[in-house]
């Protein structure tokens, strides 16, 4: 038994029937992908090695501690990887619609709060989509976690390390050991390389909170920051903000290869990030035009999750992050200028402790969970519109299961009761933009998308001018 952090037990509070605290991811293959040895991938790799997959949250009996990990004693790993198939044709609209009402659907909280799904019949081949509560961990841990089952080819995608043995002469089996090691040590050194890249977006925030500085030191810098942040005015009120329902729509664009955003970066002096979140806000600026609402010097703000890890710390779950706001130009009309407004925003914030808000601090102050909770709803819910995560994925195709991974992306929960949620994951060279939103609110969520692809497909005809 273990207990869970006060951050981890505010993402439990937080669980609403209209705001559901999951991490949704989808992973496709161009293949087939056998039931059974996912089943065995997943119980060796990540059921058995990390505790909370075969634990549930019960009240705690230690005072001042409401919620423990239990050890499930009816754990049932057929609860929790499920086989299903899409309708026919099988195609993206299908599974779009399957992860929007999965989205909507709430995990059990009596059982481990994880499930995931191998379906069949997407495009001839499959899909794995992964729910898992919030209070597991965050996105980046979580993240690691599921590409720690993977592998660089396919057959180390299916390999796991045995127990120790003693030493003595070595035959086929210590040589089949040896390379089971050595094929989880590369999985392990994939998704560090995630965290790395994650943690670059933002010029390695760790530092904020650097190792030598004292728990008070630091929870002083924690509690100055969001005491700062609560007294920043609420976002405008705008068609992307309101009461949420129960439905919620899962989009994904088309994939964009990362060679072209980054030509895009260097001729304007930008990050891939700065690029993306550019595109992004001008695809925002044109839906809420479609909606007849004045976008005019209009400016909302995402707010951005940013990784606090050590780079070179294990896997593990639980939430470590921080929150940047970063305020989006929709009023800018020229896409070029919106980029060169966006970077600029983005270059003031970086660095900047004021501008980073580290839940797990709150810890070191001896506040409750509930306290926790109210703070996070209350900052989101006021201080911004949307929720955006950037993940830079690995750079060459990774195998799961024995079949080659051919794209992936994920959702975080729009925390706070925000209607919208933004994510950015790159992988083997091309980056998909994914959003989930509330269907009261954005009932289209499609024109988003392709908005989207039209504001890249902008900066696109900008790089070719300038390098022409």
């Known amino acids: 038994m273990s207990n869970l952090s006060v951050v981890d037990m505010a993402w439990y509070q937080m669980e609403e029937p209209t705001n559901l605290m999951m991490v949704t991811g989808l992973v496709l293959f161009k293949e087939k992908v056998e039931l ?58 299908e599974l779009q619609t399957l992860t929007s009402n999965m989205m909507s659907t709430a995990l059990d909280l009596n059982r481990s709060p994880w499930q995931i799904h191998l379906i069949d019949n997407y495009r001839g081949g499959s ?174 703000r995402a707010a951005v999750p940013v990784n606090l890890r050590p780079l070179d710390g294990p896997i593990k779950l639980g939430n470590e992050f921080g929150l940047v706001f970063l305020s989006l130009p929709l009023g800018v009309r020229d896409p070029y200028d919106r980029l060169m407004e966006l970077k600029r925003r983005m270059d003031q914030i970086k660095g900047s402790v004021e501008a980073v808000v580290a839940f797990g ?8 969970p509930g306290q926790v909770a109210d703070q996070i709803v209350n900052i989101f819910g006021t201080k911004a519109t949307a929720v955006a995560t950037n993940v830079p994925g690995p750079r060459e195709p990774i195998y799961m299961a024995g079949k080659e991974i051919d794209n992936m992306m994920f959702w975080v929960p729009q925390s706070g009761k925000l209607g919208i949620g933004i994510s950015i994951f790159s992988y083997a060279g091309r980056v998909t933009l994914g959003v989930a939103v509330d269907r009261g609110l954005i009932p289209d969520p499609e024109k988003i998308i392709s908005g989207f692809h039209e504001e890249f497909e902008a900066l696109k005809v900008l790089a070719d001018q300038v390098e022409s």
């Open 36 to 93: 059974n040895t996912l089943r065995e991938v997943l119980n060796r790799r990540m059921v058995q090695p990390f505790a909370p997959f075969h634990s549930v949250v019960v009240t705690s009996t230690i005072p001042g501690v409401p919620y423990q990990w239990e050890k499930d004693k009816h754990f049932d790993l057929s609860y929790h990887i499920r086989h299903i198939s899409l309708p026919d044709p099988g195609g993206k609209e």
């Open 127 to 300: 899909a794995v989509m992964t729910r898992i509560h919030h209070c597991m961990g965050d996105g980046i841990s979580l993240i690691r976690v599921l590409l720690s089952m993977t592998g660089t080819t396919a057959r180390d995608s299916l390999r796991v390390p045995g127990a120790k043995r003693k030493k003595k002469k070595k035959g086929p089996m210590d040589v089949a050991l040896k390379m089971a090691v050595n094929a989880i040590e590369t999985t392990q050194k994939v998704a560090q390389s995630v965290m790395h890249e994650s943690q670059q977006v933002f010029e390695d925030p760790a530092h904020l909170f650097e190792l030598g500085t004292s728990a008070a030191e630091m929870a002083l810098k924690g509690a100055t920051a969001t005491g700062k942040l609560l007294l920043m005015p609420p976002d405008p009120h705008t068609p992307l903000k309101g009461d949420l329902g129960l439905i919620k729509l899962a989009q994904w664009s088309k994939p964009i290869d990362l060679i072209d955003i980054k030509r895009i970066g260097k001729v304007t002096d930008s990050k891939v990030n700065d690029v993306l979140l550019a595109a992004m806000s001008g695809a925002l600026r044109r839906y809420l035009a479609s909606r007849h609402f004045e976008v005019e010097d209009l400016n909302i």
């Open 361 to 368: 601090i709150l810890g070191m102050l001896g506040v409750t």
